[in-house]
């Protein structure tokens, strides 16, 4: 009988001789043993991220320990098991060979038939029409930390959860800057209701998703059955509603595909960039729908959220970092959780390829890196400022019904910018300069648009405020 343990340190004794005390220390060190069995040796790592990463930048090194200590033919399994998760509750628990892959199990949507219906998320026909909830199991309410900036909207989804189409939050309408956590939430939220009512149909599809399969079902003239299916769902999670912005066909048959889910009691989620009043070319009539239930607003994170996401994300991974290494990430880094987090991974993939600690001059060009190349968040108001400080003027000059020529194209100037550069609708811009109507807007743009082409120093006005913008 083959002691597990002994070989496992053997193994380490000869991966610690080939990588840097920081990888070591990072990669390896936390890697369980857990036994020998028919030529298998079965390790355990703290995360799926985890094992990706030995996947990807280790996997030769330990095949070569393993053969040194088992001679060849002996296979390496993982075992995935998520220790590290608030209230001691793990979203899963899996076994994955080396070089394989993980899948969601599919759930039966029992009683339909094939013939009568076409699973659009897969290409294969199937003796049974199978719904795979298209869900990450990671992204849980356990892993989605509570703090001001979305206590509401975690509360409301929870409340969702556990009696999906029974409250009046239906649909649910999740909005927010990227990276602040509405795919997550919206995933939680169908994990949860899953678990809780395991015989509902519960789907995720991204709004680019879904417009592909319509469009594949239009070329297999299959329109009738694309729609039958949605309607077969009881928790159906749509994220980034605002992409189907323009695309008139998709809209039309959405919305039949809504109506019928919300007469018959089913929970809509709806995940967007911005609130359904600022969403722009989506029919009116979809529109009043998405307002018929509540919109939830993920603000950015505070200080002290943000250290806390960046505990969780390395102590959910297995990883460490020091605690004045995370609050200097929270201090410089405030735009969003996916950059926070971001910049963490980055430091532990800089430590272990550069085989240095992560000290602090590190941090700081990590850090450096990314605020450098992200840019800043331009917005109406600051556009106004820009615009209202390049011609010395006040800013209420600009808000003003002043018809003087000067202050008629900086405002139109201010106009023009908040159309091109920000995601604003023409009649959110039109009210945030002057309370101006839709039309002014339109007619602003098309001014400036006319007048950079004939007037040579309106032109160099308006790019050197393009320039201020963007530097």
């Known amino acids: 009988m083959v002691n597990a343990q002994k070989v496992w340190d053997g193994c380490l004794k000869f991966i610690g001789d080939n990588v840097s005390e920081q990888v070591f220390k990072t990669w390896f060190i936390p890697i369980k043993v857990l036994e020998i069995q028919n030529n298998t040796l079965k390790i355990q790592v703290p995360s799926k991220f985890f094992y990706e990463w030995l996947e990807e930048h280790y996997i030769k090194l330990l095949k070569s320990a393993l053969n040194r200590e088992l001679g060849p033919g002996f296979k390496l399994v993982y075992s995935i098991k998520m220790e590290h998760i608030p209230n001691g509750k793990s979203p899963f628990s899996e076994t994955i060979p080396s070089g394989g892959s993980t899948s969601i199990a599919p759930q039966e949507l029992a009683g339909i038939k094939e013939s009568e219906l076409r699973n659009p998320f897969i290409n294969s026909s199937s003796q049974r029409l199978v719904i795979e909830p298209q869900l990450n199991l990671s992204h849980t309410f356990e892993s989605f930390l509570e703090g001001k900036s979305n206590r509401t909207a975690r509360s409301v989804g929870m409340e969702v959860?556990?009696?999906?189409?029974?409250?009046?939050?239906?649909?649910?309408f999740i909005f927010g800057n990227v990276g602040l956590g509405k795919t997550h939430l919206a995933n939680a939220i169908g994990l949860e209701a899953k678990e809780r009512y395991p015989d509902k149909v519960v789907l995720y599809v991204s709004s680019d998703k879904f417009t592909q399969q319509?469009?594949?079902?239009?070329?297999?003239?299959?329109?009738?059955?694309?729609?039958?299916f949605y309607q077969m769902i009881d928790v159906l999670i749509v994220d980034d509603i605002q992409l189907l912005s323009g695309k008139s066909g998709t809209q039309d048959v959405f919305f039949h595909i809504y109506n019928h889910l919300h007469q018959h009691g089913k929970q809509v989620v709806f995940t967007s960039d911005k609130p359904p009043v600022e969403l722009q070319d989506i029919e009116s009539r979809l529109l009043s729908r998405f307002k018929w239930g509540v919109a939830t607003e993920l603000e950015p994170p505070d200080f002290n959220m943000r250290v806390s996401i960046l505990k969780n994300k390395l102590y959910r991974d297995g990883l460490e970092i020091d605690s004045t290494v995370l609050e200097y990430i929270a201090e410089n880094v405030?735009?969003?959780?996916?950059?926070?987090?971001?910049?963490a991974l980055s430091l532990v993939a800089k430590s272990s390829f550069q085989n240095k600690d992560i000290d602090m001059d590190l941090v700081r060009k990590t850090v450096a890196n990314y605020v450098k190349n992200s840019k800043r968040e331009i917005t109406v108001d600051l556009i106004k400022t820009t615009v209202a400080d390049h011609f010395g003027l006040n800013i209420a000059d600009i808000l003003s019904k002043s018809r003087k020529r000067d202050i008629a194209q900086a405002r139109q100037i201010a106009m023009y910018f908040a159309k091109k550069m920000t995601k604003k609708s023409l009649v959110s811009i039109g009210q945030e300069v002057g309370k101006r109507d839709h039309a002014t807007v339109l007619h602003a743009c098309k001014t400036v648009i006319n007048l950079c082409e004939t007037d040579r120093q309106f032109k160099r006005d308006t790019d050197a405020i393009k320039n201020k913008l963007t530097k």
């Not at 959860?161 to 649910?172: A, C, D, E, I």
């Not at 405030?334 to 910049?343: P, Y």
């Open 161 to 172: 959860s556990k009696k999906p189409g029974g409250t009046s939050f239906n649909p649910l």
């Open 214 to 228: 319509y469009g594949e079902a239009i070329l297999r003239k299959s329109r009738n059955s694309f729609i039958h």
């Open 334 to 343: 405030k735009s969003s959780i996916r950059e926070l987090e971001g910049v």
